[in-house]
C-alpha cells in the first residue's frame, strides 16, 4: 500500500509551491484568489495566502488548480 501511496503522492502533487520567474510568478494548488487588481493580488492557500505588489499585474493563465501572473512584480509576502 505504501508504494501505491508514494506514487500517487507523486502523480498528483497537492502542496502549495510557487515558482518565480522575470516579470512572472507561477502559483500551483492554490485554495482560491482573494482579490486581483492590476496592483495588487491576494491568493489564498492552505497555510495562509500570499501578497503580491506591482504593476500591469495579470492573470494570464487561471486553471482550477494553477495560476500564471505577469507584470512588474514588486513585492511577495507570504502571510499565515
Do not use: A, P
Not at 6 to 25: A, Q, T, V
Not at 34 to 51: E, R, V
Amino acid at each position: 500500500m505504501k508504494i501505491i501511496n508514494n506514487i500517487r503522492s507523486f502523480l498528483l502533487e497537492d502542496d502549495f509551491e510557487f515558482r518565480m520567474y522575470k516579470n512572472k510568478i507561477n502559483i500551483v494548488n492554490y485554495d482560491s484568489i482573494g482579490h486581483f487588481d492590476s496592483n495588487k493580488i491576494i491568493i489564498y492557500y492552505s497555510l495562509g495566502y500570499i501578497f503580491i505588489k506591482g504593476d500591469n499585474l495579470v492573470v494570464s493563465k487561471l486553471m482550477k488548480d494553477e495560476l500564471l501572473i505577469t507584470g512588474e512584480i514588486k513585492n511577495i509576502e507570504l502571510r499565515d
